[in-house]
């Protein structure tokens, strides 16, 4: 089992490298493919039939069977999905990045001296090849900014009006409606199932937390992901509030993965779902258990309807999100099933015709 | 509402101070006295009536009553439970200690050197006055040794054999026997109304995960506690495992209670259980929600079937678990209830008579 990889992909640890990539965001990118309309009441409608959607429906028939050897009392039935690239689109940069940097605009209203420091004079410059250039050091700045130092609820609110306004440039269309069809089906089908389901994501817990429910119909007691700290404090009126610190509790990311789901969910999961070098240890770690275990990877293979992007397969190399050569090699040889986008999804978005 | 607490009880954050009472362990405890038999199909059969049970029937009824003004939708129906102290004995000593003692004796067996090094030499040596004056470096050294630095699975496996072998001084039974009836019987009652009920402790989390579904009914997923870092790593066969590691996240106590529970749950409880000090925050952020809540404290007046320990209306003092003057005051002005152990509960334990 290689514990190293050499790939050459940015680690997510530094979730806003994906900053080097903001000068994709202004290409021109080719227009979306309409597919045959799928969705009906059967499970995983959008799913082409195939050794993966066979997979996920032999798991679920195993698991659920109290006459299969592999039978799993419902209590221990646990799914755990990484989201970005796996649950919806990380292309060409994590949403939450996206909101960092518009938010910088915000801070700059309220506080017009940023306009002349250094980092946000530059990301208010609309400079993208300065941007580009940035040091980490000042990208963990605008993060801290932007993440931290509001009250929990001031950020909520924040983020929850922030999606219902910002659009994914290439589809012109909310972030929260380019989830994967195929892939809510899974989650759904789980549930059905007396699976729950869990987000497990090197992104901002409190940040998913704010739409997973609708989004995705899991709650936020169910969002595992890097997780701050916040400070109980009282305000002026003697109520009780809390603020988001500025203190990393946990990179959900890479051994994250496994550490965060022990920390909050204290068992290991029977399914995990991801696509990247970022998911490996999660599914390491569900595969390490006895029983029926489901371990898949999203390979994203179809430019078309989505993204291409590896760098296995002969596939574009990534600057995040990198599906590598050793990563498919270990799938196979730990019997993890790899979901091609292009070949076993009927239909990759809702909104498709 | 009053920040600060004058309390002269001893901080939990160091939980282990409670070493400090240790000498009480020898002593002769009053006998248990057996009450009138209760256990029937009906709710909360172990309580008396009064404004107690009545406030938890109200609440209950104004929460799932799609009629009512208070009506909560099932998803946001959160109820969260002290445990020591509220969900079971915590005198003479938290059981945790007495594990973490009884641990140094087996470390000491596979480390004989051990015995020739303090502080574990004194522990070693059953001396219990010279016990009582290990100072807080000597304490935090036998916390770190007896729950860190193992597999998390061998320290869940230890804790359950100790679980299947220790006593309580008193009762001579498991630890696990000593959980109150009367709330069992709240958990229970919660749960068939459609709440998801957690334990929120300054306990390890890891160690109440052991027997939380056993014992309360409460899944691993639900307990919410004092939470040290794992570390995720390979055996010599490749197989994936995580360590438990001397490193605090969050000390789950008084602030870090709400903050404990934004964590893991990620929304605000409607209602919440305690019984010290140290459960005032967790009550207070409950309190601050629209609504409606519930708080509830368990008082602890009855010397004959359990123990009686306040400092608050007269009760003696107590070096940990305190109800203080203070917590009596602002349950007064916040319309918390308190539970009186001596007239609210008609039976304690689930194997009186």
Known sequence: ???????????????ISALALLPVLPEVFPPVSARAQTESGAPLASWNDGSAKQAIVDFVHATTDQGSSKFVPPEERIATFDQDGTLWVEHPIYTQIVYCLDRVSVLATRKPELRRIEPFKTVLSGDWEAMAKLSMHDLVTILAATLTGMPVRE???DVKNWLETANHPRWKRPYTDLTFQPML????????NGFKTYIVTGGGQDFVRVYSQR???????QVVGTMGGTKFGYNKDGKPFLTKEPRLLLNDDKAGKPEGIHLMIGRRPRAAFGNSVGDREMLEYTGAGDGARLMMLVLHDDAAREYAYGPARGLPNSKFGTFTAALDDEAKKNGWTVISMKNDWRKVFAFES
Chains 1, 2 share one sequence.
């Open 155 to 157: 950020f909520e609110a």
């Open 185 to 192: 089906e899974v989650l759904r089908y789980l549930r059905d």
């Open 1 to 15: 089992m290689s514990r190293r990889d050499p790939s050459p992909g940015i680690d997510r640890r530094a979730l």
């Open 215 to 221: 989004v995705y119909g899991i709650p936020p007691e």
